[in-house]
């Protein structure tokens, strides 16, 4: 086994992969030998990875318009002709508020991005992918606790577990292995704007903030995107032959994300 081209000839597709998590699991995909096309609805993102990535096409796309995701599995497939791997990646991190003040619009655009999205690319690729291939759906630590304040957020990341279970059944006999990655605190702008919500929230400032939110895993530390690409990689390779139907976290060890709200 070529340790270091796992993937040579895999053809992947990786919703919101032209920055961020996404992104770094493209390029660790690319680095093992795949060849990768990727959306993403910054168009500023798509443009840059189609000007210096060989093996890596992105296409500029916006899942919250479910109307747009047979545009984008259509491009998919023109360019790689045949796919092997799904990575859904795509998730938004939805409104901190109580549920009283969570508005009826926000759900919906959280559970189509993070949920409805996941669905409708598996449902338009699953049927014309390739026999012994691989799902990987990302999740978060609030899928496997509750979460308050972030309702919209925790129901569609409990959700994408649901659905990877159910579908690693559905798709074992065709040997496509179907899991879950379960970030926990990633280290970014992203979580930034959620430390800088909930810190106003609580009344305290960005740093403390922070502090209490590095506290809840007993690593103390945040999780990184190459963290996370290594384990996309580590379950969508043969190195993960026989692991399905798993929600697999990488977190440091969150021990609860609620003692800091």
Request: net charge neutral; with cysteine; aromatic share 6%.
């Amino acid at each position: 086994m070529n340790y270091e081209k796992l993937l040579e000839g895999k053809k992947a597709l990786i919703t919101a992969g032209a920055d961020g998590i996404g992104y770094a699991i493209a390029k660790r995909f690319e680095k093992a030998g795949a060849e990768v096309f990727v959306c993403d609805i910054n168009s500023d993102a798509v443009k840059r990875v189609n000007e210096i990535d060989d093996n890596i096409k992105a296409f500029e796309c916006d899942l919250r318009q479910s109307q747009l995701i047979g545009s984008m599995v259509e491009a998919g497939f023109d360019y790689l002709k045949e796919i092997d791997i799904i990575v859904n990646n795509a998730g938004i991190a939805g409104e901190t508020a109580s549920v009283g003040e969570q508005t009826l619009g926000g759900w919906h655009e959280c559970l189509q991005v993070n949920m409805t999205s996941h669905f409708e690319t598996m449902r338009l690729i699953v049927p014309r992918m390739n026999d012994n291939g691989s799902i990987l759906s990302v999740s978060s630590v609030a899928g496997r606790v509750g979460f308050a304040y972030r309702l919209p957020y925790a129901a569609t990341k409990w959700a994408v577990i649901g659905m990877v279970k159910s579908l690693a059944i559905e798709l074992g006999p065709r040997g496509i292995r179907v899991n879950a990655l379960l970030p926990g605190t990633v280290k970014g702008d992203r979580q930034n704007r959620v430390i800088e919500a909930k810190a106003k929230l609580n009344k305290i400032s960005f740093e403390e903030m922070k502090n209490k939110i590095l506290s809840s895993a007993s690593l103390r530390n945040f999780v990184t995107h190459d963290d996370l690409a290594e384990q996309a990689h580590f379950l969508c390779s043969p190195l993960g032959k026989n692991i399905s139907g798993q929600a697999v976290s990488v977190c440091g060890n969150v021990e609860s994300i609620n003692d800091f709200l």
